[in-house]
């Protein structure tokens, strides 16, 4: 299949080794990947934030880097609900029908990762090796917002050498919510206190998840604390491999 | 007194970020906190669980209060008709002030020195029990909770449960102090056994009682009050003359819409398969209850929300008060934080709504929109995106205002938009942030970001920029320039 990449601007900058790991499963299982250049935000931020007019203008832009894909694949779970959740509302409240038609038909082609691998390619074994214990932060986004159900958790079941330790309060958010994280920086942080105690008490050496911003916010206490727990995506456990390890 | 002092009387100026701060230095108050919602969330999960139809049910809730709203004129003119047919009378009330002056005027002509109360949001909201003080009239509350905040000089903090920052030993020392007691245990049997003695007298010697009400149905007149404790339905048949107070929105069309809404109430709010006391009269009849019935219907901006498509759902709550216990944040700070009536989630949304983004700005941004709420509510309310609507609103608002269109927070997403519209320009911020942060970083970690993002750095390390954007990566393993 041809997938087209959407690799997100956060991961662009602060992660881009999700992306490449992003790359890297999607090119073992046979498929090929591009990454168009054009494109940049998908407007969560904005949108989230109440910049709704801002968030339009990004719309329209991955509408039209997009138009054309086969698929395309978001490895977050955020940004892939903003598209999936928000577009259709955002050029519907502008009164732009023609955006919303294209909105409407572009949705039914965005996939997060590890929903393209479980729901479109109908795959839980990637020929991953990972030897570590490892627990999994569900991500309001996957839970609630793309209902992912169990798709990563049987990922993670299916890498070889993996230890998965259920992470006790998984449903709860971690707290980070965009910039909810710096305007309530307190609440943030006391939701994410109880979040690494779940996460120290799993004795996990790693916590993963399909969304590096929770990650960034959960790793981000983590390593203020020293407590020696790492934060890793999910697309770079899956890409991982005996051969690289 | 002003019409304003009554209803923010609390008020303290102070956005919910700081009013948040303060709770949560608070140990006992989280403590107690979370004991009570993980225990209601628990209990709400497995009535609401064990409904093979509880999502139909949620639809057809859904599906009801849009068909009210649709047709609200027309189901309150029946309301209003059927009432009145029945011996109740009627009265209209635009806003707050109003229905004080309506409800305080029906006090006084009954002769009232005192009145009990039915626990209601709408009379806080109104700001009913100061107004009443004003006027020589002593308001009694008989919720159980709500007598806690009463005697306690306190606040609701919780719709459904007013008290539920105050633990046992907490509420004996204010019955102790209220009731002038030299002795009283803290078992639950003790406490309630004391508010019975004081309520019984109040409710054998009062003439009027003012309630709210869950329901008012329009094609019969009838109105609905849902309780646990019994302490309402003495209100509402012990006095000579009741007076219910009930939102605009609290219309039903028929009479069988209760099928559906006394299954979803009593599961998401108590998580009770059957309501205890659940009272429902159709004005007055002679020899039997009040003899003196008036309802007073309340607008108070809830046109204003009807007229916006988006929001509008904020109408449909049946202040279940399950958003609230399922609320991570609400969890954290308690609902003080919130300054209102109306706490958490729903709170959240209908506060500023009510009371405008000057006042309640900062209410929409008090959820990480993490969806629990969607999720939980027994009518659907989609509050995540109605919290990403109002936010809309605030930043529109602030838009208008050339101190907003300067304002840091505008700037920085009028700037990131334009990076994002031009990604040569994202490449470029790329680099000169990986030489910028050279002051900064330290082990790949920052730890210390300036005024403005501090409240990253205060509790979280900050990743360092990578050598290599992905962008950069990408057009490198192209063999491309």
Redesign the interface.
């Given at each position: 299949m041809r997938v087209s990449l959407f690799?997100t601007?956060f991961?662009?900058?602060?992660?881009?080794?999700t992306?490449?790991a992003t790359v890297a499963v999607l090119e073992r299982l046979g498929h090929s990947v591009e990454?168009p250049?054009?494109?940049?935000?998908c407007?969560q931020?904005?949108?989230?934030?109440?910049?709704?007019r801002?968030a339009l203008?990004?719309v329209r832009?991955f509408v039209d880097v997009f138009r054309n894909a086969e698929v395309v694949v978001i490895p977050s779970t955020s940004c892939t609900h903003m598209v999936r959740s928000?577009y259709m509302?955002l050029a519907g409240?502008a009164g732009d029908y023609r955006l919303l038609d294209a909105c409407a038909e572009i949705a039914g082609r965005v996939f997060e990762f590890t929903e393209f691998l479980t729901r479109r390619l109908g795959i839980t074994e990637v020929g991953a090796y990972y030897p570590h214990r490892v627990t999994y932060h569900a991500s309001?986004?996957s839970l609630?917002?793309l209902q992912l159900g169990d798709g990563p958790k049987n990922l993670l079941r299916a890498v070889r050498g993996l230890e998965y330790v259920e992470l006790p309060g998984i449903?709860?958010?971690c707290?980070?919510?965009?910039?909810?994280?710096?305007?309530?920086?307190?609440?943030?942080?006391?939701?994410?206190a109880d979040k690494m105690r779940a996460v120290l008490e799993t004795g996990a050496e790693i916590c993963t998840a399909g969304d590096n911003s929770c990650l960034?916010?959960i790793?981000?206490?983590l390593?203020?604390g020293r407590t020696g727990v790492r934060t890793v995506h999910i697309a770079e456990i899956l890409a991982a491999t005996e051969a690289a390890a | 007194m002003s019409a304003v002092t009554y209803e923010t009387e609390a008020l303290t100026g102070r956005d919910f970020p700081e009013r948040a701060r303060e709770e949560l230095r608070d140990s006992q108050l989280r403590g107690n906190i979370r004991k009570a919602t993980t225990t209601i969330r628990a209990k709400t999960a497995e009535v609401t669980g064990e409904l093979p139809d509880w999502q139909d049910l949620r639809r057809a809730g859904q599906a009801i209060k849009r068909e009210a709203m649709r047709d609200l004129a027309r189901n309150l003119e029946a309301l209003e008709a059927n009432v009145s047919r029945a011996g109740g009378k009627v009265h209209w009330a635009r806003d707050a002030a109003e229905a004080r002056w309506i409800i305080t005027n029906l006090a006084q002509a009954a002769g009232a020195e005192m009145v009990i109360k039915v626990k209601s949001m709408t009379t806080d909201e109104i700001g009913l029990n100061p107004a009443l003080a004003a006027a020589g009239i002593r308001p009694i509350e008989t919720d159980l909770a709500d007598m806690i905040v009463q005697l306690g000089h306190d606040t609701p903090s919780h719709i459904l449960v007013p008290a539920i920052h105050k633990n046992r030993a907490e509420i004996r020392e204010i019955f102790m102090r209220a009731m002038g007691l030299d002795h009283l245990g803290d078992q639950p049997t003790e406490l309630t056994a004391a508010a019975r003695r004081y309520l019984r007298e109040r409710f054998l010697s009062a003439e009027v009682a003012i309630s709210g009400g869950n329901f008012g149905i329009a094609d019969t007149g009838t109105i609905c009050v849902l309780e646990s404790e019994g302490n309402g339905r003495m209100c509402l048949s012990l006095p000579r003359v009741l007076i219910t107070l009930l939102g605009i929105e609290k219309v039903l069309p028929r009479f069988e819409d209760l099928e559906v809404f006394l299954q979803l109430l009593p599961r998401a709010s108590t998580g009770e398969r059957m309501n205890p006391y659940t009272n429902l009269w159709t004005g007055v009849r002679e020899g039997d209850g009040p003899q003196e019935f008036h309802l007073v219907l309340l607008d108070n901006g809830r046109s204003r929300i009807l007229a916006d498509p988006v929001a509008r759902e904020t109408l449909h709550c049946i202040r279940c008060s399950r958003c609230l216990n399922v609320c991570p944040v609400y969890e954290r700070t308690g609902g003080h934080a919130y300054n209102s009536m109306y706490q958490g989630p729903i709170g959240a949304i209908l506060t500023p709504q009510l009371r405008g983004f000057a006042e309640a700005g900062s209410l929409p941004y008090a959820s990480t929109l993490c969806g629990a709420c969607f999720e939980a509510c027994p009518v659907r309310i989609n509050i995540p995106q109605i919290l990403i609507h109002l936010r809309g609103e605030v930043v529109r608002e602030k838009q208008a205002t050339l101190g907003g269109r300067l304002g840091a927070e505008n700037l920085a997403m009028q700037g990131a938009l334009a990076m994002f519209e031009y990604p040569a320009l994202m490449g470029l911020a790329q680099r000169l942030g990986r030489v910028g942060q050279k002051a900064v970083e330290r082990d790949g970690r920052i730890d210390w970001l300036p005024p403005g993002l501090s409240g990253w750095t205060a509790s979280r390390d900050m990743p360092a920029l990578p050598p290599q954007s992905f962008r950069a990566w990408w057009r490198s393993r192209r063999g491309r320039p």
């Open positions: 690799v601007c991961n662009d900058t602060l992660f881009p080794q992306g490449q990454f250049e054009a494109q940049s935000c407007g931020m904005h949108n989230n934030s109440g910049y709704q801002e203008a990004l832009r928000q509302h409240m309001c986004n609630r917002g449903e709860g958010c707290g980070f919510g965009g910039t909810f994280a710096v305007k309530n920086a307190d609440v943030s942080t006391a939701m994410l960034m916010h790793g981000g206490g390593s203020r | -």
